[in-house]
């Protein structure tokens, strides 16, 4: 064993007094407030820590206590790691902080939100080989509440989540969509279960150039690819333990979900098949199915043996694949035998692929997965027992239904204005106005009686 001496030497102003320090590193697997790596005033303002440890290097960081409070740079910023070459008897460190990351405001006017925790700055992958920056998001009354135990949410590109510099592509502002949601649940004086919406949001972030890596199972012949099974198995059997362990949550599948955004949706799906053990709840925004056909093929290769509540979200003006994917996938989980009150779709006509269209409908997704379920019906059976054609000039729709029908009625559902209309039809051509509804996507429905013997989605 190795002897190190730390001496800290020089604290930033604002450093507040009484503040108790600590050494976070590999030597005590980034534990921000190990007693054992507790610093110990001199009484003239300096501090020391002695310490054992059989390391040749030593990579580690001051903080407050925890992560949200551990020492930046000069402008304010969080710090790299410190790194230490450890000789092979005694060891001397002579340190200074320059700033804490939670009390000095950087040039950008940026400050970590006060309910976003960097929750530890080097997680270890092991499935992976690699080290990952993880946040937390707690709900506003975490703290008043002792005893409270919350759901959890964990969502992929951790960098774009929160108020935060590193989101190149714009931030989802969760810190504040989990304030207006808070808000929202006080002021109508709710019961406290319904507070249970309030999760912790888990922030993991990318790993930049093993990004498209990690949230694929599959590999693609020009993006790569393949590392999504590691990764799930990284967020189920190594985060997940340490979140229950350092967090109050509610550990039970029941309690558990995952969303994502574009690749991050990919792998949010296959969580959602995967793993229904581990999550019993998952939105999947703009998935990239364009990735790789094995996506389809995985969601009916796996019958439900749990049910998943699954939604699922895209704009239109993504792209047209992205619309026609998102109502194949949708109708693939039905067929394999997901529950239709576990189902939801949304496709909005303004929405594009981008973090502001993701960051408007966390909200929804929330609300949805974690108990408010807005009407929604399933597909029924398709046969040949109705056509179509378009009458582009006069903008109508030309329907005809089969003899056997008794009884029909057509039944069009406006996705994009929660929008019906009816039309009782006759055993011939029959002309419908689409003039009102032909700028979005609809079910168009075909009932025998009071049966539902056809459906589905369309856009015009």
């Known amino acids: 064993?190795?002897?190190?001496?730390?001496?800290?030497?020089?604290?930033?102003?604002?450093?507040?007094?009484?503040?108790?320090?600590?050494?976070?590193?590999?030597?005590?697997?980034?534990?921000?407030n190990d007693e054992r790596f507790r610093f110990r005033p001199n009484g003239d303002g300096s501090f020391r820590l002695d310490f054992q440890a059989d390391l040749e290097t030593l990579e580690y960081k001051i903080t407050r206590g925890h992560w949200s409070a551990a020492e930046g740079d000069a402008e304010g910023k969080e710090a790299p790691n410190r790194v230490a070459k450890i000789g092979t008897t005694e060891n001397e460190l002579w340190l200074r902080v320059e700033s804490w990351t939670d009390l000095y405001e950087q040039a950008q006017g940026y400050k970590v939100p006060?309910?976003?925790?960097?929750?530890?700055?080097?997680?270890?992958?092991?499935?992976?080989?690699?080290?990952?920056?993880?946040?937390?998001?707690?709900?506003?009354?975490?703290?008043?509440?002792?005893?409270?135990?919350?759901?959890?949410?964990?969502?992929?590109?951790?960098?774009?989540?929160?108020?935060?510099?590193?989101?190149?592509?714009?931030?989802?502002?969760?810190?504040?969509?989990?304030?207006?949601?808070?808000?929202?649940?006080?002021?109508?004086?709710?019961?406290?279960?319904?507070?249970?919406?309030?999760?912790?949001?888990?922030?993991?972030?990318?790993?930049?150039?093993?990004?498209?890596?990690?949230?694929?199972?599959?590999?693609?012949?020009?993006?790569?690819?393949?590392?999504?099974?590691?990764?799930?198995?990284?967020?189920?059997?190594?985060?997940?333990?340490?979140?229950?362990?350092?967090?109050?949550?509610?550990?039970?599948?029941?309690?558990?979900?995952?969303?994502?955004?574009?690749?991050?949706?990919?792998?949010?799906?296959?969580?959602?098949?995967?793993?229904?053990?581990?999550?019993?709840?998952?939105?999947?925004?703009?998935?990239?199915?364009?990735?790789?056909?094995?996506?389809?093929?995985?969601?009916?290769?796996?019958?439900p043996v749990l049910p998943v509540k699954i939604l699922l979200m895209a704009g239109q003006q993504e792209s047209r694949n992205m619309v026609s994917e998102l109502l194949d996938l949708y109708e693939t989980l039905l067929e394999a035998g997901h529950d239709e009150e576990n189902l939801h779709y949304d496709l909005h006509s303004d929405g594009v692929h981008s973090e502001w269209f993701w960051a408007r409908e966390f909200e929804h997704a929330l609300r949805w997965l974690f108990g408010e379920k807005p009407g929604?019906?399933?597909?029924?059976?398709?046969?040949?027992?109705?056509?179509?054609?378009?009458?582009?000039?006069?903008?109508?729709?030309?329907?005809h239904v089969s003899p056997k029908i008794t009884e029909p009625r057509l039944e069009v559902r406006d996705y994009c204005h929660d929008r019906q209309f009816h039309h009782v039809l006759e055993h011939a051509d029959n002309r419908i106005s689409y003039a009102e509804w032909e700028n979005c996507i609809y079910s168009i429905r075909l009932h025998s009686g009071g049966d539902l013997v056809f459906s589905r989605r369309v856009n015009v």
Request: glycine content about 10%; charged content about 20%.
């Open 1 to 32: 064993m190795k002897t190190i001496t730390a001496h800290l030497h020089a604290l930033p102003p604002q450093t507040p007094p009484g503040a108790v320090l600590f050494l976070a590193g590999n030597v005590n697997d980034w534990q921000p």
């Open 376 to 399: 929604h019906e399933g597909d029924g059976v398709s046969g040949d027992l109705i056509k179509f054609k378009v009458d582009t000039a006069a903008k109508e729709l030309i329907v």
């Open 114 to 303: 006060e309910n976003v925790l960097l929750l530890h700055p080097h997680f270890f992958m092991p499935q992976l080989g690699r080290h990952r920056r993880i946040w937390a998001c707690l709900p506003p009354d975490y703290w008043a509440n002792p005893t409270r135990r919350y759901p959890v949410v964990y969502m992929h590109d951790g960098q774009n989540l929160f108020d935060n510099p590193d989101a190149l592509f714009g931030s989802w502002g969760i810190d504040k969509a989990m304030n207006r949601l808070f808000l929202s649940e006080n002021t109508v004086n709710r019961e406290p279960s319904a507070v249970n919406r309030q999760p912790i949001i888990i922030g993991i972030e990318n790993g930049g150039e093993h990004r498209i890596g990690e949230y694929s199972p599959w590999n693609n012949a020009r993006h790569g690819g393949g590392e999504g099974s590691k990764y799930l198995d990284f967020v189920c059997d190594t985060l997940k333990p340490f979140v229950d362990e350092h967090l109050r949550t509610l550990p039970g599948r029941e309690h558990t979900a995952m969303m994502g955004s574009s690749m991050g949706g990919l792998i949010t799906l296959c969580a959602a098949i995967e793993k229904p053990d581990v999550f019993g709840m998952a939105g999947v925004f703009s998935p990239s199915l364009w990735f790789s056909k094995e996506a389809f093929q995985m969601v009916k290769n796996r019958k």
